[in-house]
């Protein structure tokens, strides 16, 4: 099959509509070992940005839907009574990557949001949940398992789990045939497999105001990011909220290059504070507190940055993966590559049957700080 009968067959469209979507932007071409795939760049007819077509030779193609974007809570009560019907399942919201993980051409698949086959997640899944993923798609090889992956070991967002191994992967949604399981189906069909799921905190009644923030109040201490709702039977969709802590906590780590991350996340956030403290109208020592966390997140990191650029003349991150197999040091240099992403290979070493590596990316706002400190001018006006 060429790629417009792959993409018309997988989409239900016809060949010249394909054929448009080809010459659109709209589609990236990757391939992954055996199997081709296109990935949806922005939304296009109901399937969201991160759906990716799959085509392996001597494979019917098949579509991966892009997971769905879940809203954002401002005003905790609110938002509980007015959205959810009556029950409310209260989760753990994990902070890592989304993955979504597929059985296709007799291999197991890891693919991130924005829709690309991630060699090293793919790997590190395999090796971990392999065979308990193996069991759910042999009886379910349609199946989409949506989750988080978490730890220290990837090349994504990197929050300090105690997970086993530094990589770890946690079930939020399965989908079957396009529709998502509800709760108990999910739990039960997870458990199952021996394949396990995010944390559920209470299931509790849209009413209980109290609960909820008290649950929230121990994510504060406990360092959770935050927590996802969720109808029972999916009724309505799932929303999102999160914890001080994160908020400002990712302002914090965001600021650490603030030519970069800085600027986008800052707003977002800062809202979402907005209401919270509008919501929950803390006492005045409280409040002076937040006022203070918030301050320092935006201007103690850059400071520091600066002095790094200072003394070292860059900026930049490093991070460490561990692969059994060499061949996906390689695939996963070459997937880098084909995300823009620039790393260094640093110190690589033989451990207890691992290829320890680590990596080192520079980062823009290094080379922005350097302008600055040779010309004193600013790059914005
Ligand atoms: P979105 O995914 O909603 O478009 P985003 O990419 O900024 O926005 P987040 O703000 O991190 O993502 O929130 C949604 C993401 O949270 C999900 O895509 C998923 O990866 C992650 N997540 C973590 N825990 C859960 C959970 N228990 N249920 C659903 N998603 C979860
Ligand atoms: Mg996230």
């Not at 054929?19 to 399937?47: K, N, P, Q, T, W």
């Not at 990011?225 to 999916?234: Q, S, T």
């Amino acid at each position: 099959m060429n790629t417009v009968q792959v993409l018309s067959e997988a989409l239900g469209v016809s060949e010249g509509e394909a054929a448009r979507l080809v010459r659109s932007r709209s589609l990236r071409r990757s391939r992954y070992r055996g199997v081709v795939y296109f990935s949806l760049r922005r939304d296009y007819r109901g399937l969201p940005e991160g759906s990716v077509v799959l085509y392996a030779p001597g494979h019917p193609p098949r579509l991966v839907r892009g997971y769905p974007s879940i809203s954002r809570i401002l005003l905790l009560e609110r938002a509980v009574e007015r959205h959810f019907v009556d029950r409310v399942v209260v989760e753990e919201k994990m902070n890592g990557y989304n993955t979504r993980v597929v059985w296709y051409a007799g291999e197991l698949l890891a693919i991130t949001r924005g829709g690309f086959v991630c060699p090293y997640t793919t790997h590190r899944l395999s090796l971990s949940l392999g065979e308990a993923l193996r069991g759910l798609f042999a009886d379910h090889p349609q199946a989409i398992v949506a989750g988080e992956s978490i730890g220290l070991e990837n090349p994504y967002p990197r929050y300090p789990y105690p997970v086993e191994g530094g990589f770890g992967f946690m079930v939020f949604d399965i989908f079957i045939g396009g529709r998502r399981l509800g709760f108990s189906e999910r739990q039960a069909l997870a458990g199952d497999y021996g394949i396990p799921t995010v944390p559920v905190i209470d299931v509790v009644e849209k009413t209980r105001h109290e609960r909820l923030r008290a649950i929230v109040d121990r994510l504060e201490e406990t360092g959770g990011e935050g927590i996802i709702l969720r109808d029972p039977e999916n009724r309505v969709p799932p929303l999102k909220y999160t914890t001080t802590r994160t908020n400002i906590g990712d302002i914090e780590e965001g600021m650490r290059f603030f030519f970069e991350e800085g600027r986008s996340f800052i707003f977002p956030r800062v809202l979402r504070e907005i209401f919270k403290i509008y919501e929950e109208r803390p006492g005045p020592r409280e409040l002076e507190e937040r006022w203070l966390r918030l301050g320092r997140a935006l201007l103690q990191p850059p400071q520091a940055s600066v002095e790094r650029v200072e003394r070292e003349g860059l900026l930049g991150e490093s991070f460490v993966l561990r692969f059994r197999d060499p061949r996906v040091l390689d695939e996963s240099l070459a997937h880098f590559a084909r995300l823009g992403i620039r790393v260094q290979v640093g110190e690589v070493r033989s451990e207890g049957g691992w290829l320890r590596v680590v990596f080192h990316k520079p980062r823009r706002t290094g080379d922005e700080v350097r302008r600055i400190l040779e010309t004193g001018l600013s790059p914005l006006d």
